[in-house]
T-cell receptor, first 114, second 113 residues
């Protein structure tokens, strides 16, 4: 069936370096994508979103890139900090006619090394 | 804004008992979602409501699970009877519409022994 998946379950980077977390999706009808951050014992926290009519969107220290040709989504975090350590999920919302609930990937655990 | 409020934070119950999880969405949000998170299956959508009406409950595992939203500020997820395999973290989320990021609550960690 169609699903959202992640390439790397764990990513370890040095504090201050940039990190890139990748996500593959298979539903070409998806028109809205979100990245969430989840810290231990907490609920997912919204980071940034992007619609299918865009290929790049920037926030504070974060950038989301969308490549619809290969159905790929990435989250770039600049100048990583210890507080960035968490599990990151990509999520998709299918287009008209599909379910309105978000479908989540399995998550990538980002570890920031001091 | 207090965000999405869930209660209880933790629940330990014996197999066969009824469990009720509660959620208060953000005021003005028309959509409410119930998710379940496990290590094996990740985050799964169970059911969602729009303007207090259940829209899609295809993710509800079986008839033991039921959800209600009697008004715009309150929803419950009930499991009766509970089983050990229901052990998970249950999240409630709300959104003002389908095209905006959902705000999640802190979750209820359910353990069925």
């Amino acid at each position: 069936g169609e699903s959202v998946g992640l390439h790397l379950p764990t990513l370890s980077v040095q504090e201050g370096d940039n990190s890139i977390i990748n996500c593959a999706y298979s539903n070409s009808a998806s028109d809205y994508f979100i990245w969430y951050k989840q810290e231990s014992g907490k609920g997912p926290q919204f980071i940034i979103d992007i619609r299918s009519n865009m290929d790049k969107r920037q926030g504070q220290r974060v950038t989301v890139l969308l490549n619809k040709t290969v159905k790929h989504l990435s989250l770039q975090i600049a100048a990583t900090q210890p507080g960035d350590s968490a599990v990151y999920f990509c999520a998709e919302n299918r287009g008209e006619g599909g379910a309105d609930g978000l479908t989540f990937g399995k998550g990538t655990h980002l570890i920031i090394q001091p | 804004d207090a965000g999405v409020i869930q209660s209880p934070r933790h629940e330990v119950t014996e197999m066969g008992q009824e469990v009720t999880l509660r959620c208060k969405p953000i005021s003005g949000h028309d959509y409410l979602f119930w998710y379940r998170q496990t290590m094996m299956r990740g985050l799964e959508l169970l059911i969602y409501f729009n303007n207090n009406v259940p829209i899609d409950d295809s993710g509800m595992p079986e008839d033991r699970f039921s959800a209600k939203m009697p008004n715009a500020s309150f929803s419950t997820l009930k499991i009766q009877p509970s089983e050990p395999r229901d052990s998970a973290v249950y999240f409630c989320a709300s959104s003002r519409d389908r095209d905006h990021g959902y705000t999640f609550g802190s979750g209820t960690r359910l353990t069925v022994v």
